[in-house]
């Protein structure tokens, strides 16, 4: 899962990369502009535009390792009626959209075998649309801020622990960067990618 992409690959992986961000990010302003949250909207993200998402060091990682990230989408939960429940709502509502796409993706291959399997080069770009989705998703629900699993956690944590979870969450990024030094995010996603993927094709 995790090699560096030969030139064809990084080609075919560009469309899937820049669709898998956008649609995540896309999912989570939706998702709080239904649970009465304008901040998304006002500030240009409710777009299916990739411009609007693009982190560049985020979507490079994702071309080449398979995980990434994008420019997180605004949310302010004072309008939230249930807070805890809509932030759990919006924060999930990124990693379902790609595991969606992975999923729409692998419906299509089943339906249509010969079309897709009998051209090597859409072969391998549906192949990397499951795997490039299905890695954004896996990768962002890991609980280390400010991945989305950091929030999810929050709803999840119980309030005593809220307040040292908050100080870790100023070391999050540093700490997810070495993880990924010492090969610690990839040895925990690849078994789960993996199955996931021969799951949904």
């Not at 339906?111 to 990397?128: D, K």
Request: charged content about 10%; aromatic content about 14%; hydrophobic content about 60%.
């Amino acid at each position: 899962m995790f090699h560096f992409p030969s030139l064809p690959e990084l080609l075919l992986s560009l469309p899937a990369v820049l669709w898998a961000i956008t649609f995540h990010e896309f999912c989570h302003g939706y998702m709080a502009y239904l649970l009465g949250d304008p901040t998304a909207e006002r500030a240009g993200r409710l777009s299916l535009n990739p411009l609007a998402h693009l982190d560049p060091v985020g979507a490079l990682m994702l071309l080449v390792f398979r995980f990434g990230w994008a420019k997180p989408v605004p949310i302010d939960t004072r309008y939230f009626k249930k807070p805890r429940r809509d932030l759990f709502l919006v924060s999930i509502a990124g990693v379902t959209g790609n595991i969606l796409t992975a999923f729409a993706i692998g419906v299509l291959i089943r339906l249509f075998p010969s079309f897709f399997l009998g051209n090597s080069a859409l072969r391998l770009f549906m192949f990397l649309m499951v795997a490039i989705n299905v890695g954004l998703a896996v990768f962002n629900l890991i609980p280390i801020p400010p991945l989305d699993g950091s929030k999810i956690l929050y709803v999840l944590l119980p309030p005593q622990w809220l307040e040292k979870y908050f100080w870790l969450e100023q070391y999050g990024f540093i700490i997810l960067m070495v993880l990924l030094a010492l090969g610690v995010i990839q040895a925990i996603m690849n078994p789960i990618v993996f199955l996931l993927i021969r799951w949904i094709l």
